[in-house]
């Protein structure tokens, strides 16, 4: 479909354009190697928690879900939430919204489109089409959303009922956030009180994803592995596709429940808890049927705050075992490193 030549400068092409023209094979920039390539027909997460999160406000019922949170934590980083208090219409608008957005005009949405990781919002496509030596079947807008007045002013102004609806679950997901942060807090034996208000002071920034369905579902993948960086990320899928790593390493399908919303533990809180919880390496697979959206809110502490191991869960046995960061360390490190090749956790990882 192309040479090699037009690969080196990588001209900018969304795959929402390359689905437009109905290409019946993915362009070589997207075929991954062999041992790369997803398995599609994975078991599903046969023990994946779903977490009622109403039980949180019963004190006769808070103490086991804080126990079933604890287990879900330690052993995959990751869990479901139903009862979270979001109405499923400002779900529905957010994603109906997300749906109006990818398919304006590639002009239009080219008003946005940046490789600058440090821009409060960019449109785009892979992970970073400046950068990418293997692409990957994602188009994506990503905007700061927390203060939300700092930020909506440069958010899309097309669809024009776009601000409306994403700020609207923007800000329930920040309250949600906020609650998980001082339930998880609680497992780890932490004060939620000690860092409420740098988690209510926090950055919000929700990447909007687009996965087109794609003629190869088998070469490619929508994002290759990663684990995200800050505390948690409350993830909203139109339908399935996500796939995560457990702690034995081994891959498994994220099953799609209706309404529910995912919560991947990200670097800043393995980091904190010194690594008695781990991230989540997850990745996104592709359907040759069904496009998937997908509304990850990828929250963290503030941007220039730096996140170390908490004193109380060091000792002897336990030595310090992570270098600070924080999330401006972050986009430094993606800025000259390629994070499809090496976790930005392992950068920080002190040698023993
Ligand atoms: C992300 C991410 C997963 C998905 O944006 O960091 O992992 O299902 N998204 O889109
Ligand atoms: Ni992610």
Known sequence: MEGE?????????SVMTLTKMRVPH??????????????????LTANLP?????????????????DTIQGACKELGFFQVVNHGIPLPVIHDALAAAIEFFNLSLEEKMTLLSDNVHNPVRYGTSLNHASDKVHYWRDFIKHYSHPISDWIHLWPSNPPSY???????AKAVQVLHKQLMEAILETLGLNFGNLQKEIEEGNQLMAINCYPACPEPDLTLGMP???????????LQSGPGLQLQDNKKKWLSVPFVEGALLVQLGDQIEVMSNGQYKSVVHQVTLSAENKRLSIASLHSLPINKKIGPAPELVDEQHPVSYNEF???????????????????????????
């Open 50 to 66: 779903i977490v009622d999160l109403s039980t949180l406000h019963h004190a006769s019922q808070r103490s086991l879900t804080l």
């Open 225 to 235: 592995p990663h684990s995200d960086y800050g505390t948690l990320t409350v993830l």
């Open 326 to 352: 924080s999330f401006r360390d972050f986009l430094d490190y993606i800025s000259s490193n390629d994070i499809a090749d090496k976790r930005f956790i392992d950068s920080i990882k002190k040698s023993v």
């Open 26 to 43: 993915v362009p070589q920039r997207y075929v991954l190697p062999p041992s790369q390539r997803p398995t599609l027909t994975l078991d």
């Open 163 to 169: 601000k409306d609806k994403m700020g609207n679950y």
């Open 5 to 13: 030549g037009e690969c080196s400068d990588n001209p900018f092409t």
